[in-house]
């Protein structure tokens, strides 16, 4: 049964306006949780996590909400822009360090 | 900034091969990750390490094994390659100063 859920494989947005990639997870020990972006033929890249004492985590552009109650975590993008078209992943685990447990993917299409 | 290779960026190899797919880090991180990434299924956990002689499965261990003589080195071995292990392998190690996972840019193995 899967952990960690991405429900939507695919999103497109407009250049300038706001991205919002969704992740849901059942395992309520989870306490550390990141995003990764992974454009094809490369390894993922670290993007932004968030631990479970936090609700909100800002860098840039990017901004990660984590709602414990609803087991539910997102990634906003603002602006969105073309170079941000890539695969995200949603990952979590009960600890920073030990072993993550990814979502499927989302494949974020951003348009000029 | 951390160095995780993957010593093949692409490798094809036939069924019943064993094969070995190297992993270096050069920041003496003690934790170790293999993931296969497929299409629509996301990352999954192969195997992973928390220190030299040490290993852990993780969600898909089968047709896997692994081997971590020095803790630079996390090297993933297809005892008998079959068709179904055909995929994108990723290496990662784990920065604990900045509790980041870092990917290396990824092995695509195919098996005919």
């Known amino acids: 049964d899967q952990q960690v859920k991405q429900n939507s494989p695919s999103l497109s947005v407009q250049e300038g306006r706001i991205s919002i990639l969704n992740c849901d997870y059942t395992n309520s020990m989870f306490d550390y949780f990141l995003w990764y972006k992974k454009y094809p033929a490369e390894g993922p890249t670290f993007l932004i996590s968030i631990s479970s004492i936090k609700d909100k985590n800002e860098d840039g552009r990017f901004t990660v909400f984590l709602n414990k109650s609803a087991k539910h975590l997102s990634l906003h993008i603002v602006p969105s822009q073309p170079g941000d078209s890539a695969v995200y992943f949603c990952a979590a685990s009960n600890q920073a360090g030990t072993a993550l447990i990814f979502g499927k993917g989302t494949t974020l299409s951003v348009s000029s | 900034d951390v160095k995780v290779t993957q010593s093949s960026r692409y490798l094809v190899k036939r069924t019943g091969e064993k094969v070995f797919l190297e992993c270096v880090q050069d920041m003496d991180h003690e934790n170790m990750f293999w993931y296969r990434q497929d299409p629509g299924l996301g990352l999954r956990l192969i195997y992973f390490?928390?220190?030299?002689?040490?290993?852990e499965k993780g969600d898909i261990p089968e047709g896997y094994s692994v081997s971590r003589e020095k803790k630079e080195r996390f090297s993933l071995i297809l005892e008998s390659a079959s068709t179904n292990q055909t995929s994108m392998y990723l290496c990662?190690?784990?920065?604990?100063?900045?509790?980041?996972?870092?990917f290396g840019s990824g092995t695509q193995l195919s098996v005919l």
């Open positions: 390490s928390y220190d030299v002689k040490m290993k």
């Open positions: 990662a190690s784990f920065n604990p100063t900045n509790e980041k996972l870092f």
